[in-house]
C-alpha cells in the first residue's frame, strides 16, 4: 500500500468494516467523516439532512450570480429554502415580488434595498455585513449592491421556492400588450419601444448615489414597521462556550422568520437541544461543524459541516453541534416561525424532580442536582 493510501480515511472502525479499494470519491471522504465512520450510536435511517452551496447550480448573469438550495436538493427541506447570491459594486437584483416572504442576512459587502406595500408606504434603506432585512410575501422589493459589492443569503418560507420563478418588473412589461401599458399608465405607445424583450433578472449597473438622495416621499408615508435590522450589532447572549444572537418578532417585529447566530468557540458546542414548534433551516458562514441528531425509535445520524453548507433539522429531533475545528464555527439557524423557541436537555433535566431523572438515567442524584437550571446555549 502507497503512503498516500495509507493516509486515505476508511470505513473501518475497531475491528469492522474494511479498505475501500475505489472507486470512491476521497475529496467528499474527507469532508464527511461520520458518514464514512460514524459514532457507534448512530444507528437506522435518517434522511439527508445536509446539501452544500458547492453542489447546486449556479446562475451566473452580468453582474452577479445566484445559487439555490431548495427542497429540490435537499427534499427534506420542506418549510424554508435558500438563495446564495452575488452583485458586483452598482449591480441589481432587478425590481419583483414573489409568493413567499423572504429573510435575507448579508455575508459581505453592502447594497440597497427598496420596497413599496399595498398602502404604497415605502421603505429605502442601506445593508451591511451582519444585517437582516425582510420582506413580507407579494410586497415587490429591489436589491442594489454598492461601492464593494454584496454577496447575501436570502431565505424563503416555502421549501418550493425557486429563485428563477419569481415576478420580475421587466417579464410583466414584456408579455403585456405595449397598448395596454400605454393606457395604464397615461402614455402613448411609442414612448414604449425600448422596453425588455425578456426578464433582466441580475444586470450590470452603477453605484446609486446617497440614501437621501435617493429617497421618494410617499403621500401614505412609510412602512410601519421597518424591513431591516442590525443583528451583529446586537449585544450576544455569551455562554461558556460562545455566544448567541437571536432575532424574532421580538425584536425584529416586521419578520415572521426567526433566526439564531451562534458562535462556537474551539472545544465548545451547542448544547443538546431540539426545537418544539419547527423545523430547522442552517447556513455555516465559518468552521467545522459536527452534528448529531436524534431521530427517536433508536435511529441517529452524525453530519459534518463548512463554510456554504446547509443543514436541516426536522421539528422535535434532538441535536447538538460540536466545534470539531481551531477557529470559531459560525452559523445560523433559521425557523418558519416569528418566535425563536428550543427546548435545553439540562435545563429540562435541571428543573424535573432529580430522582425521577437519577433512576432513568442511572447517574448519581447528586450530578443532576447540580446541573445549571439556566439555560446554557453553547457549552464547553
Ligand atoms: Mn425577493
Ligand atoms: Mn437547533
Known amino acids: 500500500m502507497s503512503e498516500a493510501e495509507q493516509d486515505t480515511p476508511q470505513p473501518r472502525r475497531d475491528g469492522q468494516g474494511g479498505r475501500d479499494q475505489g472507486p470512491r470519491n476521497v475529496a467528499l471522504d474527507r469532508q464527511n467523516p461520520d458518514l464514512l465512520v460514524s459514532p457507534t450510536t448512530d444507528r437506522g435511517t435518517v434522511p439527508n439532512l445536509k446539501f452544500s452551496f458547492s453542489m447546486a447550480h449556479t446562475r451566473i448573469e452580468q453582474g452577479g450570480w445566484a445559487r439555490e438550495v431548495t427542497q429540490r436538493e435537499l427534499p427534506i427541506a420542506t418549510t424554508l429554502a435558500g438563495v446564495d447570491m452575488k452583485l458586483e459594486p452598482g ?14 442576512y448579508v455575508l459581505t459587502g453592502s447594497c440597497r434595498i427598496s420596497a413599496v406595500d399595498q398602502e404604497g408606504r415605502n421603505f429605502l434603506d442601506d445593508v451591511r455585513a451582519g444585517d437582516l432585512w425582510f420582506f413580507p410575501k407579494g410586497v415587490p422589493h429591489h436589491i442594489q449592491a454598492l461601492d464593494e459589492g454584496v454577496e447575501f443569503l436570502l431565505v424563503f418560507d416555502d421549501g418550493a421556492f425557486s429563485e428563477n420563478s419569481t415576478f ?12 395596454v401599458l400605454a393606457k395604464n399608465f397615461g402614455w402613448t ?15 450590470a449597473g452603477q453605484v446609486p448615489p446617497p440614501l437621501d438622495a435617493d429617497r421618494v416621499v410617499s403621500p401614505t408615508g412609510d412602512v410601519p414597521r421597518t424591513f431591516t435590522h442590525r443583528l451583529q450589532q446586537q449585544e ?3 455562554f461558556p462556550g460562545g455566544s448567541v444572537r437571536i432575532a424574532d418578532s421580538t425584536g425584529f417585529t416586521a419578520s415572521t422568520i426567526s433566526a439564531a447566530l451562534v458562535e462556537v468557540e ?15 433551516w442552517q447556513y455555516y458562514i465559518s468552521g467545522s461543524g459536527r452534528m ?30 460540536e466545534n470539531v475545528g481551531d477557529e470559531p464555527l459560525v452559523f445560523l439557524e433559521m425557523f418558519r416561525n416569528e418566535r425563536f423557541a ?6 429540562w433535566m435541571a428543573n424535573t424532580p432529580p430522582q425521577v431523572i437519577a433512576d432513568t438515567v442511572n447517574v448519581p442524584r447528586s450530578l443532576i442536582e447540580a446541573l445549571p437550571k439556566e439555560k446554557r446555549s453553547v457549552v464547553r
Not at 91 to 104: G, I, T
Not at 342 to 347: N, V
Open 266 to 280: 474551539p472545544g465548545g458546542m451547542r448544547e443538546l437541544h431540539w426545537h418544539p414548534t419547527d423545523d430547522e
Open 342 to 347: 428550543d427546548i435545553s436537555l439540562t435545563q
Open 189 to 203: 405607445p411609442d414612448q414604449l419601444d425600448r422596453i425588455p424583450e425578456r426578464e433582466k433578472y441580475i444586470f
Open 168 to 179: 420580475l418588473l421587466s417579464d410583466f412589461f414584456a408579455h403585456t400588450p405595449r397598448s
Open 292 to 321: 448529531g441528531v436524534f431521530a427517536s425509535s433508536g435511529v441517529a445520524r452524525t453530519f459534518d459541516f463548512q463554510a456554504g453548507d446547509v443543514g436541516y433539522v426536522p421539528f422535535a429531533y434532538g441535536h447538538y453541534i
Open 91 to 104: 449591480a441589481y437584483r432587478e425590481l419583483h415580488w414573489h409568493k413567499q416572504s423572504e429573510w435575507a
Open 236 to 238: 450576544p447572549v455569551r
